[in-house]
Protein backbone atom coordinates (compact mmCIF):
# COMPACT_ATOMS: atom_id res chain seq x y z
CA UNK A 1 0.00 0.00 0.00
CA UNK A 2 1.30 3.53 -0.91
CA UNK A 3 2.35 5.83 1.99
CA UNK A 4 2.16 9.75 2.17
CA UNK A 5 6.13 9.13 2.26
CA UNK A 6 6.44 7.47 -1.03
CA UNK A 7 4.97 10.32 -2.73
CA UNK A 8 7.76 12.48 -1.73
CA UNK A 9 9.37 14.68 -4.41
CA UNK A 10 6.21 13.86 -6.81
CA UNK A 11 5.19 16.65 -9.01
CA UNK A 12 1.06 15.84 -8.65
CA UNK A 13 -1.83 17.74 -10.08
CA UNK A 14 -4.19 18.12 -13.27
CA UNK A 15 -4.21 20.29 -15.38
CA UNK A 16 -1.56 22.27 -13.70
CA UNK A 17 1.24 20.29 -11.35
CA UNK A 18 2.37 21.55 -7.78
CA UNK A 19 5.47 21.71 -6.71
CA UNK A 20 7.18 18.84 -5.39
CA UNK A 21 5.83 16.99 -2.79
CA UNK A 22 7.14 17.01 0.58
CA UNK A 23 5.50 15.78 3.32
CA UNK A 24 7.52 17.51 5.97
CA UNK A 25 6.50 20.75 4.76
CA UNK A 26 3.06 19.74 2.82
CA UNK A 27 0.99 18.41 5.82
CA UNK A 28 -0.59 20.97 7.93
CA UNK A 29 -1.48 20.26 11.68
CA UNK A 30 -4.44 17.87 12.39
CA UNK A 31 -7.89 19.68 13.14
CA UNK A 32 -8.29 19.03 17.40
CA UNK A 33 -12.01 18.70 17.31
CA UNK A 34 -12.37 19.10 21.37
CA UNK A 35 -11.63 23.06 20.55
CA UNK A 36 -14.06 24.97 18.80
CA UNK A 37 -11.71 26.33 16.58
CA UNK A 38 -11.55 22.73 14.18
CA UNK A 39 -15.32 23.51 13.60
CA UNK A 40 -17.14 26.11 11.32
CA UNK A 41 -18.99 29.32 12.47
CA UNK A 42 -22.27 30.05 11.47
CA UNK A 43 -23.39 33.59 10.33
CA UNK A 44 -24.85 35.25 12.88
CA UNK A 45 -28.00 35.89 10.95
CA UNK A 46 -28.69 32.26 10.81
CA UNK A 47 -31.22 30.46 13.27
CA UNK A 48 -29.75 29.60 16.51
CA UNK A 49 -32.97 27.60 17.69
CA UNK A 50 -32.02 23.71 18.63
CA UNK A 51 -34.02 21.90 15.68
CA UNK A 52 -34.95 17.96 16.30
CA UNK A 53 -32.46 16.89 13.29
CA UNK A 54 -28.98 17.37 13.41
CA UNK A 55 -26.89 17.71 9.84
CA UNK A 56 -23.00 17.13 9.41
CA UNK A 57 -22.04 19.20 6.62
CA UNK A 58 -18.72 18.47 4.48
CA UNK A 59 -17.87 21.41 2.59
CA UNK A 60 -16.66 21.05 -1.56
CA UNK A 61 -12.92 22.47 -2.70
CA UNK A 62 -12.40 25.48 -1.31
CA UNK A 63 -8.40 25.21 -2.09
CA UNK A 64 -6.85 26.14 -5.42
CA UNK A 65 -3.92 27.95 -5.15
CA UNK A 66 -0.81 26.67 -7.06
CA UNK A 67 1.22 25.41 -4.06
CA UNK A 68 -0.43 23.93 -1.25
CA UNK A 69 -1.55 20.32 -1.31
CA UNK A 70 -3.89 20.47 1.76
CA UNK A 71 -5.48 23.13 3.34
CA UNK A 72 -4.16 24.46 6.90
CA UNK A 73 -7.50 25.09 8.99
CA UNK A 74 -5.55 28.29 10.40
CA UNK A 75 -5.40 29.86 7.23
CA UNK A 76 -8.44 32.99 7.58
CA UNK A 77 -9.06 33.09 3.94
CA UNK A 78 -9.99 29.66 3.52
CA UNK A 79 -11.74 29.48 7.11
CA UNK A 80 -14.10 32.48 5.53
CA UNK A 81 -14.26 30.00 2.35
CA UNK A 82 -15.65 27.39 4.35
CA UNK A 83 -18.11 29.30 6.17
CA UNK A 84 -19.16 30.73 2.88
CA UNK A 85 -20.97 27.32 2.01
CA UNK A 86 -22.74 26.99 4.68
CA UNK A 87 -24.05 30.62 3.43
CA UNK A 88 -24.97 29.42 0.15
CA UNK A 89 -25.35 25.59 0.49
CA UNK A 90 -25.93 24.21 3.69
CA UNK A 91 -28.19 27.26 4.99
CA UNK A 92 -30.51 24.89 2.95
CA UNK A 93 -31.39 23.20 6.71
CA UNK A 94 -31.01 26.77 8.58
CA UNK A 95 -33.97 26.75 10.95
CA UNK A 96 -34.81 23.04 10.00
CA UNK A 97 -31.85 20.98 11.49
CA UNK A 98 -28.78 21.82 13.41
CA UNK A 99 -25.23 22.76 11.22
CA UNK A 100 -22.72 21.11 12.50
CA UNK A 101 -19.29 21.20 9.64
CA UNK A 102 -15.82 20.06 11.14
CA UNK A 103 -12.85 21.89 9.00
CA UNK A 104 -10.26 19.44 7.53
CA UNK A 105 -7.49 18.84 5.72
CA UNK A 106 -8.95 18.74 2.08
CA UNK A 107 -7.00 18.57 -0.86
CA UNK A 108 -6.09 20.92 -3.42
CA UNK A 109 -8.41 21.24 -6.84
CA UNK A 110 -5.22 20.45 -8.65
CA UNK A 111 -5.21 16.66 -6.82
CA UNK A 112 -8.63 16.20 -7.08
CA UNK A 113 -8.34 14.53 -10.45
CA UNK A 114 -6.21 11.96 -8.74
CA UNK A 115 -7.38 11.16 -5.65
CA UNK A 116 -8.71 8.93 -5.37
CA UNK A 117 -5.78 7.26 -7.48
CA UNK A 118 -2.11 8.57 -7.41
CA UNK A 119 -2.43 11.28 -4.50
CA UNK A 120 -4.53 8.83 -2.28
CA UNK A 121 -2.37 8.87 0.45
CA UNK A 122 -2.82 13.06 0.50
CA UNK A 123 -6.82 12.11 -0.02
CA UNK A 124 -6.49 10.09 2.91
CA UNK A 125 -5.46 12.48 5.61
CA UNK A 126 -8.70 15.00 5.13
CA UNK A 127 -10.42 11.11 5.38
CA UNK A 128 -9.37 10.16 8.91
CA UNK A 129 -9.82 14.29 10.13
CA UNK A 130 -13.36 13.67 8.92
CA UNK A 131 -13.88 10.04 10.97
CA UNK A 132 -12.37 11.73 13.93
CA UNK A 133 -14.89 14.49 13.54
CA UNK A 134 -18.13 12.53 12.82
CA UNK A 135 -16.79 10.56 16.00
CA UNK A 136 -16.45 13.63 17.97
CA UNK A 137 -19.65 15.16 17.01
CA UNK A 138 -21.93 11.92 17.55
CA UNK A 139 -20.01 12.16 21.34
CA UNK A 140 -20.08 15.04 22.23
CA UNK A 141 -22.93 17.14 20.06
CA UNK A 142 -25.79 14.23 18.66
CA UNK A 143 -24.93 11.78 21.57
CA UNK A 144 -27.66 9.93 20.19
CA UNK A 145 -30.70 12.49 21.11
CA UNK A 146 -31.43 13.29 17.31
CA UNK A 147 -31.22 11.74 13.65
CA UNK A 148 -28.83 12.83 11.35
CA UNK A 149 -28.69 13.73 7.80
CA UNK A 150 -25.75 13.76 5.94
CA UNK A 151 -24.57 16.85 3.54
CA UNK A 152 -21.99 17.51 1.33
CA UNK A 153 -21.04 19.21 -2.06
CA UNK A 154 -18.53 18.49 -5.13
CA UNK A 155 -14.67 17.04 -2.95
CA UNK A 156 -17.62 17.07 -0.14
CA UNK A 157 -19.56 14.38 -1.61
CA UNK A 158 -16.70 12.78 -2.74
CA UNK A 159 -15.68 12.41 0.67
CA UNK A 160 -18.98 11.12 1.91
CA UNK A 161 -19.60 8.71 -0.54
CA UNK A 162 -16.17 7.01 -0.15
CA UNK A 163 -16.52 7.23 3.81
CA UNK A 164 -19.64 5.82 3.21
CA UNK A 165 -18.70 2.53 1.23
CA UNK A 166 -16.17 1.72 3.84
CA UNK A 167 -19.38 1.41 6.44
CA UNK A 168 -18.65 4.58 8.07
CA UNK A 169 -20.77 7.98 8.68
CA UNK A 170 -23.69 5.69 10.01
CA UNK A 171 -23.33 2.66 7.48
CA UNK A 172 -21.38 0.27 8.81
CA UNK A 173 -24.64 -1.44 10.55
CA UNK A 174 -28.51 -1.50 9.87
CA UNK A 175 -28.93 0.28 13.56
CA UNK A 176 -26.69 2.63 13.35
CA UNK A 177 -28.16 3.76 9.53
CA UNK A 178 -31.34 3.87 11.05
CA UNK A 179 -30.32 6.54 12.56
CA UNK A 180 -30.05 8.64 8.94
CA UNK A 181 -32.53 10.74 7.49
CA UNK A 182 -30.93 10.96 4.39
CA UNK A 183 -27.23 11.87 2.63
CA UNK A 184 -27.57 14.62 0.25
CA UNK A 185 -23.97 13.84 -1.73
CA UNK A 186 -24.74 16.61 -4.46
CA UNK A 187 -21.87 17.01 -7.28
CA UNK A 188 -20.60 13.65 -7.60
CA UNK A 189 -21.52 10.52 -8.29
CA UNK A 190 -22.92 6.98 -7.32
CA UNK A 191 -22.87 3.54 -9.22
CA UNK A 192 -24.48 0.29 -8.34
CA UNK A 193 -20.53 -0.88 -7.91
CA UNK A 194 -20.52 1.25 -4.89
CA UNK A 195 -23.94 -0.01 -3.70
CA UNK A 196 -22.04 -3.35 -3.99
CA UNK A 197 -19.20 -2.39 -2.11
CA UNK A 198 -21.52 -1.38 0.62
CA UNK A 199 -25.01 -3.15 0.17
CA UNK A 200 -26.33 -0.88 3.04
CA UNK A 201 -26.24 2.08 0.94
CA UNK A 202 -29.22 2.97 -1.02
CA UNK A 203 -30.37 5.84 -3.61
CA UNK A 204 -33.56 7.70 -2.92
CA UNK A 205 -36.52 6.43 -4.81
CA UNK A 206 -39.09 9.20 -3.83
CA UNK A 207 -39.41 12.64 -2.10
CA UNK A 208 -39.74 11.60 1.16
CA UNK A 209 -37.93 8.50 1.20
CA UNK A 210 -35.63 8.35 4.29
CA UNK A 211 -31.53 6.38 5.28
CA UNK A 212 -30.95 6.92 1.20
CA UNK A 213 -28.72 8.92 -0.79
CA UNK A 214 -29.36 11.93 -3.29
CA UNK A 215 -27.09 12.45 -5.60
CA UNK A 216 -27.27 14.42 -9.19
CA UNK A 217 -24.51 17.05 -11.39
CA UNK A 218 -26.17 19.54 -12.93
CA UNK A 219 -25.18 20.37 -16.67
CA UNK A 220 -27.31 22.02 -19.70
CA UNK A 221 -28.53 20.29 -22.53
CA UNK A 222 -25.57 21.43 -25.49
CA UNK A 223 -24.01 17.92 -26.94
CA UNK A 224 -21.31 16.18 -25.09
CA UNK A 225 -21.56 18.39 -22.24
CA UNK A 226 -21.52 15.20 -19.65
CA UNK A 227 -17.94 14.23 -20.72
CA UNK A 228 -17.04 17.51 -20.00
CA UNK A 229 -17.77 17.48 -16.20
CA UNK A 230 -15.22 15.39 -13.93
CA UNK A 231 -17.67 14.84 -11.35
CA UNK A 232 -19.52 12.69 -13.54
CA UNK A 233 -19.16 9.04 -13.53
CA UNK A 234 -20.55 6.91 -16.03
CA UNK A 235 -23.39 4.77 -14.73
CA UNK A 236 -24.19 7.00 -11.70
CA UNK A 237 -28.02 7.44 -10.42
CA UNK A 238 -29.45 10.42 -10.61
CA UNK A 239 -32.24 12.03 -8.53
CA UNK A 240 -33.98 14.95 -10.07
CA UNK A 241 -34.91 17.37 -7.32
CA UNK A 242 -37.53 18.94 -8.95
CA UNK A 243 -39.68 15.18 -8.95
CA UNK A 244 -37.45 13.34 -7.02
CA UNK A 245 -36.96 10.68 -9.43
CA UNK A 246 -34.55 8.77 -10.68
CA UNK A 247 -36.24 7.59 -14.60
CA UNK A 248 -36.43 10.60 -17.39
CA UNK A 249 -39.33 12.08 -16.82
CA UNK A 250 -39.27 15.46 -17.49
CA UNK A 251 -40.32 17.90 -15.05
CA UNK A 252 -40.73 21.70 -16.08
CA UNK A 253 -39.90 24.91 -14.55
CA UNK A 254 -43.11 25.51 -12.77
CA UNK A 255 -41.78 22.43 -10.51
CA UNK A 256 -39.32 25.12 -9.50
CA UNK A 257 -39.85 26.76 -6.67
CA UNK A 258 -36.99 28.36 -6.52
CA UNK A 259 -32.94 29.17 -7.23
CA UNK A 260 -31.39 30.95 -4.67
CA UNK A 261 -28.13 33.04 -5.46
CA UNK A 262 -25.93 34.47 -2.58
CA UNK A 263 -23.56 37.12 -3.42
CA UNK A 264 -21.14 38.42 -1.04
CA UNK A 265 -22.35 42.22 -1.21
CA UNK A 266 -25.83 41.47 0.37
CA UNK A 267 -25.28 37.50 1.54
CA UNK A 268 -28.43 37.78 3.91
CA UNK A 269 -30.63 38.32 0.95
CA UNK A 270 -29.57 36.01 -2.02
CA UNK A 271 -31.07 36.64 -5.60
CA UNK A 272 -34.07 34.15 -5.94
CA UNK A 273 -35.86 33.48 -8.62
CA UNK A 274 -39.18 31.17 -9.12
CA UNK A 275 -39.13 28.78 -12.08
CA UNK A 276 -35.88 29.44 -13.01
CA UNK A 277 -35.18 25.88 -14.86
CA UNK A 278 -36.41 23.18 -15.66
CA UNK A 279 -35.02 19.48 -15.14
CA UNK A 280 -34.39 15.87 -16.59
CA UNK A 281 -32.36 12.91 -16.01
CA UNK A 282 -30.66 12.47 -19.66
CA UNK A 283 -27.63 9.65 -19.14
CA UNK A 284 -25.81 10.37 -16.25
CA UNK A 285 -26.39 13.78 -15.74
CA UNK A 286 -29.22 16.31 -14.70
CA UNK A 287 -30.22 18.33 -17.92
CA UNK A 288 -31.59 21.92 -16.89
CA UNK A 289 -33.40 24.11 -19.62
CA UNK A 290 -36.00 26.70 -19.75
CA UNK A 291 -33.38 28.75 -17.71
CA UNK A 292 -35.15 32.09 -17.18
CA UNK A 293 -31.87 33.80 -16.01
CA UNK A 294 -28.67 32.29 -17.59
CA UNK A 295 -26.88 35.20 -16.24
CA UNK A 296 -26.66 33.67 -12.82
CA UNK A 297 -24.41 30.54 -14.15
CA UNK A 298 -21.45 31.99 -15.67
CA UNK A 299 -18.43 29.50 -15.81
CA UNK A 300 -15.52 30.44 -13.29
CA UNK A 301 -13.45 27.64 -13.66
CA UNK A 302 -11.38 25.55 -15.79
CA UNK A 303 -11.91 22.42 -14.09
CA UNK A 304 -16.60 23.46 -14.61
CA UNK A 305 -16.67 24.68 -18.52
CA UNK A 306 -19.20 26.90 -19.64
CA UNK A 307 -22.74 24.51 -19.41
CA UNK A 308 -21.13 22.47 -16.23
CA UNK A 309 -23.24 24.08 -13.78
CA UNK A 310 -21.23 21.97 -10.84
CA UNK A 311 -21.26 25.48 -8.84
CA UNK A 312 -24.98 26.01 -9.16
CA UNK A 313 -26.00 22.90 -8.24
CA UNK A 314 -27.35 23.85 -5.28
CA UNK A 315 -28.50 27.55 -5.78
CA UNK A 316 -30.47 26.27 -9.06
CA UNK A 317 -32.97 24.13 -7.12
CA UNK A 318 -32.33 25.58 -4.05
CA UNK A 319 -35.93 25.76 -2.43
CA UNK A 320 -37.32 22.30 -3.56
CA UNK A 321 -34.00 21.54 -1.93
CA UNK A 322 -35.24 23.30 1.37
CA UNK A 323 -38.63 22.00 1.07
CA UNK A 324 -37.41 18.12 0.40
CA UNK A 325 -35.24 18.75 3.63
CA UNK A 326 -38.80 19.54 5.60
CA UNK A 327 -40.32 16.38 4.11
CA UNK A 328 -37.97 13.69 4.56
CA UNK A 329 -36.98 15.01 8.48
CA UNK A 330 -41.43 14.89 8.69
CA UNK A 331 -41.67 11.22 6.55
CA UNK A 332 -38.59 10.29 9.21
CA UNK A 333 -40.25 11.17 12.45
CA UNK A 334 -43.22 9.93 11.51
CA UNK A 335 -41.53 6.67 10.89
CA UNK A 336 -40.14 6.35 14.12
CA UNK A 337 -42.74 7.44 16.63
CA UNK A 338 -42.50 5.95 20.13
Known amino acids: MMTIKDLKGQKLGIPVTLPPFDPENDVPDAPDYESP ?20 WIYPTILSDDNTYLMDIKDPKLRDKAEWTIVEQASIFDGQANIYA ?58 TVELSKAGE ?30 PLMRISENADDTGCFIVYNTISDEKDKEKEAPT ?9 PLNWKTDTTFAPASANLGAAFFKHEHPEKPDRYSNFAAAQVVGNALVITDISNPEE ?14 MYDYAVFYENLRE ?14 Q
Open 297 to 310: LPAKSVTFPKGVYH
Open 102 to 159: PYYRQNNVKINPVMLTTAKPIFDLGQQDLIRAFDYFLKNFNKGERPIILAAHSQGSVR
Open 169 to 198: LLTGDAESLNRLVAAYTIGYSITPDDLEIN
Open 232 to 240: IIPGTYVVN
Open 37 to 56: DSWVSLPEYFSSDKQAVDVF
Open 324 to 337: NVRVRITAYMEKNK
